[in-house]
């Protein structure tokens, strides 16, 4: 579905990316992790288009996707997630969603925007705060309403940038439901997280990058059991086994 | 939008396209109709920038460039090349929006520019226009451009009604766009960007496309309005076209009605030229820089959504009181002119629109939610 | 060929004067994340000053810096205050000190109306006065505020790059909170930097009147070309400022004595167009953008 080819990205002197190359299959959850700085957020950021690598090729569904703006690869069926979630905070709840509507593949307009986004609201349980302005909402809430957005979109692959970050346990297991319903819909799914028990229990294949560079990738639990996969985490993260 | 926004904008058009009218049968001054010309003016100019800048969240300060190419559009077609003044209002929109397109082909392109960046390019643009006009002879070359003598429709009455209908006619086409693209997927998609372009983008709005039409659209009508004006200011030159006030108000007029709301700007050029044209006719000119000087740096700090906004929370409150100290005036006899009296209820009025929220509530309960 | 070669030193000349006017605005821009635009009414305001103490008391032009800088020093650390206690951010600054400059405007010109102002030789008898370098005319005043604007660079320069207060400042430009982690006092550099900021709008204000005389519209005529310089030579970078500041001298000088004077502002104002489209972080920024 999604395929990466040796992507290189430099911001200044340094390389967030150094020749990544990963693929994700239709109808898969693909975990992505490895130690803060190996350039996670960078590649996100690259496959939805905010930048152009500057070296490698990244294709979606057999078409060329590299270095074209954003809201073209939107149409195609990529959306994204921010870590810190961006809602439009001068609108309600339903707007933010509606935008989705509007601008994703469907393209609706403002009225049949507004019918739909009360459905993906439904979905994602925030139905009570349509009306509701983006402010009142709790970070839990928040990342919902990102999730619907980018549903909304009409996305084929969702790419979820630390969703989990900053939420209490009941919160955690609500999301990872949520996720898996997503998936179940249709969506296929990569997965930025620190919180490794999730990671390893969503994902049906993880790759671990390190330095901007894909370290190793497989099934799970033998991927976490990788001695290079330690050693880039200096065992400090995931020795505590969460 | 449906088809009641656009009879209700015309029913308003045809209520007051009846005062020349009614001017002649109950036989007021046409001072009223001058007055409420400028306020046509202000409302085309304050709505075309707010559909610009209040909409998408780029602060434009080059309002006078769109505005001065509409003048000088016209009033060089018209007095050096004898076109129709009618003829020539299009074409004043048309150039405006073409240099707006130029701007932003440049601009637009850039990933990374900054809102304050946009807003100094906007003024530097203003001045290479400004500069281009003094220095070119086919247009102006410093000697300026006399419009006293051009002929202009007759078949819309005389001369004061003829500003006055074109005037309102133009008005109500710019207010309604505003009206129109605040309830489109352009509208939203304006909002969005205004919000977070970046996520705007990754959501799938067309941010260039849309900054682009919104712009062209923006200075069409800043020139447009611009165009009919030149006829009003009769003699045109640099200095009183491309000075500080049409930017400065514009800018102030949006931001006391409100950015977010196509009734904002209306509303602010109702209220700043009625209490501008009273200071000046008080002669007390200076004071009215000062006024809207303190009122622009009050609005920012303290309502910084607008009356329009405020208004909308407290609607009955407001009318009533409005309509109180209007009454009192007119029926206690104190002041001479309707306007005055008029103004008087305006600054009552903002006055109690500065009393922030929690006190409101303390004082009169629950403030009402619009629907 | 005399003649640009007079052009460029009445260039290089004016050149310090705008850099001295610009050095304030860029240092509250950049660090401050406040765009002034009332910097300009109070070097006018400082102009006015200027005038009315030499003509009504008869003191020496340059003396009244002695006043006026002061002055104007606590009305810069005043406004910095302002902004402080209403949370001001970097856009709503821009338009709350448009609101202070059409104030000051007005009530300068119901003060002294809009007549031109200018010293009487009298009390100003350099006014007009050149030294002779070969067939070249140095003005003295001209000579004196391209002086002061050295001095003033060189100044800041040093406050910002050796003395602890500017290592603060430039460290809180660059990041307020991890600064502010290190104990870096915020709000008494902002305050005295604001204030500097404003004196060295004053001494820039006094020349100008000693030079050119003033109206109340005189400060919107400046504004834009030290737009210019500000944003060519990079915010917060004094020796930006004050190098920008003669390239556009020397641009405008030239282009007046090369084709007509109307044509000298068009090409500041393209300038800075190009500045802002091609290079928005200035010509001599060091460190690389965003």
Redesign the interface.
């Known amino acids: 579905m999604l395929v990466c080819e040796n992507l290189t990205r430099k911001f200044g002197g340094l390389s967030a990316l150094a020749g990544a190359s990963l693929s994700v299959a239709e109808g898969e959850i693909l975990g992505l992790v490895g130690p803060n700085g190996s350039g996670k957020s960078t590649l996100i950021n690259v496959i ?3 930048f152009a690598p500057n070296v490698g090729r990244i294709s979606f569904r057999g078409r060329d996707i590299t270095g074209r ?3 073209w690869i ?2 195609l069926g990529i ?2 997630t ?1 870590q810190i979630p ?1 809602p ?4 309600t709840t339903l ?1 933010n969603v ?3 509507c ?4 469907s393209r609706d ?2 009225a049949r ?1 507004r019918q739909q986004a009360r459905r993906w609201l439904e979905i994602t349980g925030l139905a009570a705060y349509a009306n509701a302005p983006v402010q009142k909402l709790n970070l839990h809430q928040r990342r919902f309403l990102e999730l619907a ?2 549903l909304a ?1 009409g996305a084929d692959l969702l790419l979820l940038d630390e969703v989990l970050a900053g939420l209490n346990p009941t919160e955690v297991e609500a999301s990872i439901e949520m996720i898996r319903r997503i998936h179940e819909r249709g969506v296929s799914i990569v997965i930025v997280e620190h919180i490794m028990r999730v990671v390893v229990s969503l994902s049906h294949r993880l790759v671990v990058l390190d330095q901007g560079r894909v370290i190793a990738e497989g099934a799970p639990q033998e991927v976490m059991r990788d001695p290079t996969v330690i050693g880039a985490y200096l065992g400090r993260d995931y020795a505590g086994g969460h | 939008m449906n088809w009641r926004a656009p009879l209700a904008f015309l029913g308003v058009g045809l209520l007051l396209g009846l005062l020349p009218w009614l001017r002649e049968r109950l036989d007021f001054p046409v001072f009223y109709l001058v007055f409420l010309y400028f306020v046509f003016f202000w409302a085309a100019q304050a709505s075309s920038w707010n559909m610009l800048t209040g909409y998408s969240g780029y ?1 434009s300060f080059g309002q006078g460039a769109f505005y001065g190419v509409g003048v000088y559009t016209t009033a060089t077609l018209v007095d050096k090349f004898d076109f129709n003044f009618l003829a020539s209002l299009p074409l004043a929109g048309v150039t405006a929006a073409l240099l707006g397109l130029g701007v932003g082909f ?2 637009f392109r ?1 990933r ?6 946009f ?3 906007t ?3 203003a ?2 226009i400004a ?2 006009v ?2 070119v002879d086919i247009i102006d070359g ?1 000697y300026g451009v006399p419009l006293g003598q051009v002929p202009y429709p007759e078949f819309l009455g005389d001369y004061s009604t003829m500003l006055y209908l074109l005037g309102l006619t133009i008005a109500l086409l710019t207010v309604f766009v505003a009206y129109a693209i605040q ?3 352009l509208g ?2 304006l ?2 960007i ?3 372009e ?10 260039f496309r849309y900054k682009m039409i919104v712009l062209a659209i923006s200075c069409f009508f800043a020139g447009l309005s611009g165009g009919l004006h030149a006829l009003q200011i009769n003699y045109v030159a640099v200095e009183s076209v491309f000075n ?1 006030r049409v930017p ?1 108000f514009v ?1 102030l007029m949006s ?1 006391l009605g409100g950015r ?1 709301h196509w009734l904002g700007p209306v509303i602010g050029a109702a209220i700043i030229h009625t209490l501008s044209d009273r200071f000046s006719s008080a002669r007390l000119e ?5 006024i ?6 009050v609005m ?2 303290f309502v910084r959504e607008g009356i329009f906004a405020r208004l909308q929370r407290r609607v009955w409150f407001s009318l009533a009181l409005f309509a109180g100290v209007l009454a009192v005036q007119v029926l206690g006899g104190i002041g001479e002119r309707l306007i005055t009296q008029i103004a008087i209820a305006m600054l009552a009025l903002i006055a109690t629109l500065l009393i922030p929220d929690a006190v409101y509530q303390r004082l009169f309960g629950r403030a009402r939610i619009p629907c | 060929m005399q003649l640009i070669g007079q052009a460029l030193i009445s260039g290089i000349l004016i050149g310090g004067l705008y850099g001295t006017l610009a050095i304030g605005l860029t240092l509250t821009w950049g660090m401050l994340k406040v ?1 002034n635009l009332s910097h300009f009414s109070f070097a006018i305001l400082a102009g006015y000053l200027t005038y009315q103490l030499s003509t009504t008391f008869g003191m020496n032009p340059f003396l009244t810096m002695l006043v006026t800088v002061p002055l104007l020093f606590l009305a810069g650390v005043g406004l910095q205050w302002f902004f402080e206690a ?1 949370h ?1 951010d ?3 600054s ?3 000190t ?6 000051l ?3 300068m ?2 003060f002294w109306t809009a007549d031109h102002l200018i010293i009487s030789r009298a009390q100003n008898p350099l006014l007009g006065v050149s030294l002779w370098v070969g067939p070249f005319a140095v003005p003295i005043l001209q000579l004196a505020s391209f002086l002061a604007a050295v001095l003033i660079s060189g100044l800041t320069m040093y406050l910002l790059h050796r003395t602890y207060t500017g290592k603060a400042l430039r460290a809180l430009a660059q990041d307020r909170e991890i600064a502010g982690a290190f104990g870096v006092d915020y709000r008494r550099s902002a305050l005295l930097l604001s204030g500097l900021a404003a004196a060295y709008a004053a001494v820039a204000g006094a020349f100008i009147g000693m030079i050119y005389g003033v109206t109340p519209s005189a400060a ?1 005529e400046w504004l ?1 070309v030290i ?2 310089v500000v ?1 060519l030579g990079g915010l917060a970078d004094a020796f930006g400022a004050f190098a920008a500041g003669m390239i556009i001298g020397v641009t405008n000088h030239v282009t007046s004595a090369v084709s ?1 004077a ?2 000298a ?2 090409v500041t ?2 300038v ?2 190009l500045a ?2 091609l290079k ?1 972080e200035g010509l001599f920024a060091r460190r690389s ?2």
């Not at chain 2, 970046?198 to 941010?207: H, Q």
Request: charged share 15%; proline share 4%.
């Open positions: 939805s288009g905010h703006e954003p809201h939107t149409a959306a994204r921010y961006r439009f905070h001068t609108m707007e509606a935008v989705g509007m601008f994703g593949r307009g403002v925007a957005r980018a979109c | 602060f440049a601009v850039l990374k520019l900054r809102g304050e960046l807003a100094l390019l003024l530097a643009v001045l290479v500069a281009v003094r220095n410093g309830h489109s997927r939203q998609g909002f969005a205004r919000d977070d970046a996520v705007a983008e990754g959501l799938g709005v067309p941010t500080i400065l800018i931001i977010r200076f004071l009215n820089q000062i809207i000087g303190s009122l622009l740096i920012i700090l | 765009i209403f001001v970097e856009f709503m821009l338009l709350v448009f609101g202070l400059f059409i104030i405007e007005s009530l010109q119901w919107i834009p737009f210019a944003i007509d109307g044509m502002p068009l104002f393209v800075l167009i802002l489209l928005p953008s965003e």
